[in-house]
């Protein structure tokens, strides 16, 4: 890439990452020595496909509600615009594993989920656009591709 850009995925070559894959995206340490690693949850290939927005929602709302039942220092877990992935922010924890341990946990609670979480008009900005089906269709098949997640770029 010719410009280095702000924002670390701008960076990255979208055409040579194999989804699905949990890649550790940044690392910023605060001036106090706390440290914030952001990870990189890609469940769609870039560019071919892409997760439908009321699934896609659902399972921002499911994820981000249960990951902190499986993990302590969550700061954001949160949709990627392209509709491809998440982001997951953690405060004071380096551990990759632990990171992917927790992410299957969470996605095990969506598959046992009965409803979606705060998918009302007083906890959600539209609550008319979600499915739980479609979340849970998500989560199978990440699940699915388990062995995958630590495969981050084509050979
Ligand atoms: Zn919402």
């Known amino acids: 890439?010719?410009?280095?850009?702000?924002?670390?995925?701008?960076?990255?070559?979208?055409?040579?990452v194999k989804a699905p894959y949990v890649?550790?995206?940044?690392?910023?340490?605060?001036?106090?020595?706390?440290?914030?690693?952001?990870?990189?949850?890609?469940?769609?290939?870039?560019?071919?496909?892409?997760?439908?927005?009321?699934?896609?929602?659902s399972l921002e709302h499911?994820?981000?509600?249960?990951?902190?039942n499986h993990l302590d220092h969550v700061v954001d877990l949160s949709p990627m615009g392209c509709q491809t992935g998440f982001y997951l922010a953690v405060i004071n924890h380096d551990n990759y594993d632990e990171i992917l341990a927790a992410l299957e946990?969470?996605?095990?609670?969506?598959?046992?989920?009965?409803?979606?979480?705060?998918c009302n008009e007083v906890q959600c900005g539209w609550a008319?656009?979600?499915?739980l089906e479609g979340a849970q269709e998500l989560a199978?098949?990440?699940l699915t591709k388990k062995d995958e997640w630590k495969e981050i770029f084509v050979d």
């Not at 410009?3 to 055409?15: P, W």
């Open 128 to 131: 008319a656009s979600h499915s």
């Open 105 to 118: 946990k969470t996605l095990q609670d969506v598959l046992n989920a009965t409803e979606v979480p705060a």
């Open 62 to 68: 499911l994820l981000a509600e249960n990951v902190r």
């Open 1 to 16: 890439m010719v410009q280095k850009m702000n924002v670390e995925s701008f960076n990255l070559d979208h055409t040579k």
């Open 23 to 57: 890649r550790l995206a940044g690392v910023i340490q605060g001036k106090n020595g706390d440290i914030i690693h952001k990870y990189d949850i890609r469940l769609k290939q870039p560019n071919k496909e892409h997760m439908e927005m009321p699934a896609l929602h």
């Open 140 to 142: 199978r098949e990440l």
